[in-house]
């Protein structure tokens, strides 16, 4: 068996007197506390605070980064979802080295030994002994969820919540008096996108939960900002919209109510679709503008690419694939009304690299309202972190982004994902130092404000 | 206060192995003179010698990149563009951090420490002290524009006219005995680009200025050949092309006439406007074979994104935002009619860095009219500089582009801007070296050929 | 004249330390035997084995990455195709600086130091020497193709035929009792792109080769299949589709037959070329599924971009240029049917490099029948198999790799051209061991496992 160890400079510069100067802007950064403005831990997780059941619940079935890539090398989904944990770990274990150069084997790594003390390779020839050694961790107090928030110093944990939420579990973590802050995220993609096969049912439950009729155009949109100020109520800052395009066109407000009346009825055309997503929007840009949170717009994905593992599995199982996205003629409405208000803040992910140069930073680096995400989803990895600030910086600068976000369902990969950044932020700033391009006091402080003070403002009450 | 100076190496590669391969390619290219091929300098400030009023006017107001990044920050376009000028260089010096990594940060400081002598760090505090500094040292005659020319070693200056111009200001530099080389480019925009606001006043003062009636379509163009030999006479090389789409689509002569007596009479469909601007890029490609002058093309950017700042500021005021350009199509006829005559050459820039490897560089490996433009707009900056050759020299070779143009408006930056170019294709050139690419005669030849042969040759008269 | 050396370390990183581990990965792959999936050699080559006629046939006139280059920068293509071979030889010689940057100056060097000992530098002083020196070599029986063949150690080498080819040339190498592996590969462009100018005279040849009518689409299908027993009864491994676009969309039985007839009439619209054209990816693949040989795909090339070098000269004379392609949707009708099918495999290529990060590394990292292949045509070149190491691994990992396959008709730069792909990928695994990414026993096995263990798994038989 291997021995498991973390490199301390891993993902520091190859050249030796960069490496030194990075390590030093590094040691400013490491232990800054983490604040996690965009995740999707389960709220629940802390407040009931159980222990995780076992390795294979904590790393590998609910990760679908985990997951995708031994699909990809022939294992079964099913098995892997369904199966007997440990024969779920004992795959993938002996799938290891599929994971070389990858993201998540640098955040499985870090969990292994940093979080766990585990101190093995994961390997067909291991995984029995990893299984034993992780699960008497899981059983021990320092190791369930409210622990391990302590542990890895959150400053502020963002969940991601249904505008149907009532927020209980948050406001059981607030009440028990435990010191973790955990704020809700407003994300209302079922709601708004009308040709979700639930919708009709989530306006129905819009209406119990708010107390307001959405049999009209009206109805709805009260009922939408009714939401809001709970979650504004429960500590939310942000709200957060997975949507397929960038359009922001707005509808007069017939148009959308006709819309919307034909929806109810289950009668809609694509484009009738397409274009009340555009109009809902510019709709939550004009609400974040009237109530302070942040908005959030990550687009460009399309999801379950795969019919059949959709049908049988469910989504969020890998098979969402990214494509082209416009943000220059699709964000133009939104950022013509809006994006000059001092009012308005939106933050912008893509997981499409080429408007990086071409789109995104020349839009964040003239609207006031417009910071750019950090990298996402499958570029939320050292070489394509350093590709983002590479194409971004000289365009936008640093301060039209918004700091990292580890937008993570895996609580424990949090820690990982936050040094991951920290460490290819302090490379690209000391090679801005040895090429002459920054001072190294001014590199410091630019890691600084990237690790915490730009979160923090980013997604300050407005 | 802190002290300000240059990295005498700045900009060279990280690797010091490599950093004294670049050191010595640079040496052989950092004295060579200036060959600015493509500026937006106006020739007045040459001709009339009037020295700078003040530091806001030198550095921040006409400045686009700057004004942009100061707005994108939150402060307002109409303070720093109408304000008290000590007040606008106030807050420009109190938003030195925010260019931090960008290339405008660069061009300042070579500016203000090789151009001014400065050697205080912009910041709240030097604000006041290096604005009394930098106004006494305007007032001086060795910073007046002839004198700048002079000693920024600038062996020819192309500057950008409107055909309607009678380049005055160029033929009294020329009178004026003043040996300092400044020629005009001709740029039609306004004057083919048919849904432009002032086009129908345009078409008319261009049959006052040729002396040929435009009020057919032969005589327009006509009238635009006679401006062309007008510009020759006047030492012009070149023409340059900001139009929106790469379209090079000619019309039969009928319905290029029948558009353009719709234009004369104001009514047009979009499509028409778009049928027009593609024939008239065919045309002038057609005329540049015929009259010799280089054709510069930089499509694809949809300007003034903010119809707001427009009106109220104008344009040109960093609101201007790229988008994806089509290029195989788009050039296929303007390449297929003139692309293999040895009397046709055509430079063509773009802000689109995904048609690099995919496209330009694979056209330009074969064409043999056509040369790739240095990266331009938001890509003059060491990085971008990098990415580009890095896409097309495997393809096109370095051969196949043109050398750098500056495309400022800012006189001072000069220098700095070629200065960077400099030291990013020396390293890059110096990793050729130490990868076992190149021998160290042929990278300092090519340095040398990047520098001056190239653009001396791409705007050679034909 | 200028002496002509290979640096042993060429193309391994600059950084000293991540050189010397690169220089150890790399000493573990120097020297594995060649395995050459994709190649465009003519089998003729082999089983004739005369010698090559002369420098100027061997090196530059059937080399179009060598005369488009030429021709860019003026020369004829005439003069370049049909001239006096010395003289030929003596413009590429007077050229040779234009290759500096190119991966064609790789190879080149490395044929002539490598393969045929010379040690003079090209130019137009050492012209009729080398042309003298290497004309004598080309008369000695080391130097015949076979000979040539077994000192480049290729395991296997797999050309490209047309499904109209008897594979003649493969039998006779069999039955000549040479131990050399030469396999046949499917390639159907002229039989199923329905507008092919050839498309009639080739169905009819179709059914005359497979004994079955093509008068009817169900004829056309099965001619099609029995071709393709033919080739696996010579050792074909794979199927190989230059396409336009990636669509797949799958006719049902009645529109395809409809489209066949039409097609055979000489009818056509472009939406059923296109049609047809996407229905034949989807029955190809259905067909690989069955019968188990690879497919591989490249989309995304305007071929013959100016057609009066086409009409002069043919195609593949250097004026093919890539398209944007939309593999997403493209792919989805083909990846939904046969995507999760263990017995189908499916290999993509493209020239279009946003694709990597954005749709290619996503589908390989979800989809086990896919694999992403080498970096094609254009990006064969160190630059380019740096970025797609570096776009891809993050989301696809190593795995999802099918190998290094060198798709020349240049039989004598095979080993250039492996061996360079050998060291990008030793000098990108060294970063990631120096980085602390992966251990130096992974980094090496993972290496050899580029080299030869993924191209001998991705085409093995199923």
Redesign the interface.
């Known amino acids: 068996m291997?021995v498991l160890t973390?490199?301390d400079?891993?993902?520091?510069?190859?050249?030796?007197?960069?490496r030194t100067v990075a390590r030093e802007i590094y040691g400013a950064v490491r232990a800054l506390p983490i604040v996690s403005m965009h995740g999707h831990v389960d709220a629940a997780l802390l407040a009931h605070n159980q222990p995780f059941p076992d390795p294979a619940q904590l790393l590998v079935v609910p990760d679908h980064y985990v997951t995708?890539?031994l699909?990809?090398?022939?294992e079964s989904l099913e098995q892997l979802t369904t199966g007997d944990p440990r024969e779920i770990w004992r795959r993938f274990c002996a799938g290891w080295?599929?994971?070389?150069?990858?993201?998540s084997?640098?955040w499985l790594e870090h969990e292994l030994v940093d979080v766990f003390g585990v101190d093995i390779t994961p390997s067909a020839e291991s995984a029995d002994l990893l299984y034993d050694e992780l699960s008497a961790a899981l059983r021990r107090p320092a190791f369930q969820p409210r622990a391990l928030f302590e542990r890895f110093e959150i400053e502020l944990l963002a969940t991601t919540d249904s505008p149907l939420s009532d927020l209980a579990e948050h406001l059981s973590i607030i009440e028990s008096g435990w010191p973790g802050v955990v704020v809700p995220t407003f994300r209302p993609d079922t709601l708004v996108q009308i040709n979700h096969p639930d919708w009709q049912a989530n306006v129905q439950r819009l209406a119990d939960i708010s107390g307001i009729p959405t049999g009209t155009y009206p109805g709805y949109i009260a009922a939408l900002e009714q939401r809001r100020h709970h979650f504004l109520g429960h500590g939310a800052r942000a709200t957060d919209h997975g949507v397929f395009s960038a359009e922001t066109e707005p509808l007069d407000a017939g148009a959308a109510s006709r819309i919307y009346q034909s929806a109810l009825r289950g009668r809609l055309t694509p484009d009738q679709c397409d274009a009340f997503s555009a109009h809902m929007m510019f709709e939550m840009a004009r609400m974040s503008r009237d109530d302070g949170l942040v908005m959030q717009i990550h687009p460009g994905v399309?999801r379950n690419?795969?019919?059949?593992?959709q049908q049988t599995f469910g989504s969020d199982r890998?098979?969402?694939?990214?494509?082209?996205v416009?943000f220059?003629?699709g964000l133009?409405p939104l950022?013509?009304a809006f994006?000059?208000d001092?009012k308005f803040r939106c933050i912008v992910f893509t997981?499409?690299?080429?408007t990086y140069?071409?789109?995104l930073?020349?839009?964040?680096?003239?609207?006031?309202s417009?910071r750019l995400g950090a990298p996402w989803w499958?570029?939320d990895?050292?070489?394509?972190m350093r590709?983002f600030?590479?194409?971004v910086?000289?365009?936008?600068?640093?301060?039209?982004t918004s700091g990292f976000v580890d937008d993570t369902r895996a609580f424990c990969s949090i820690p990982a994902r936050h040094d991951v950044a920290r460490r290819v932020d302090s490379g690209y700033l000391a090679?801005?130092v040895?090429?002459?391009?920054?001072?190294l006091d001014?590199a410091t402080?630019?890691a600084i404000d990237l690790t915490v003070t730009l979160p923090r403002l980013a997604y300050a009450p407005r």
């Open positions: 291997r973390l490199d400079d891993r993902l520091l510069p190859s050249d030796p007197g960069t995708r890539m699909v990809s090398q022939g080295h599929l994971f070389r150069g990858t993201p084997r640098l399309l690419h795969d019919p059949a593992i890998g098979f969402d694939i990214p494509v082209p416009d220059v003629h133009r950022l013509n994006g000059q001092p997981i499409d690299e080429t140069s071409r789109e930073a020349p839009l964040a680096g003239a609207y006031p417009l499958f570029l990895s050292p070489a394509a590709r600030r590479e194409a910086t000289e365009t936008a600068g640093f301060y039209n090679e801005l040895v090429r002459g391009q920054l001072g001014e402080e630019t």
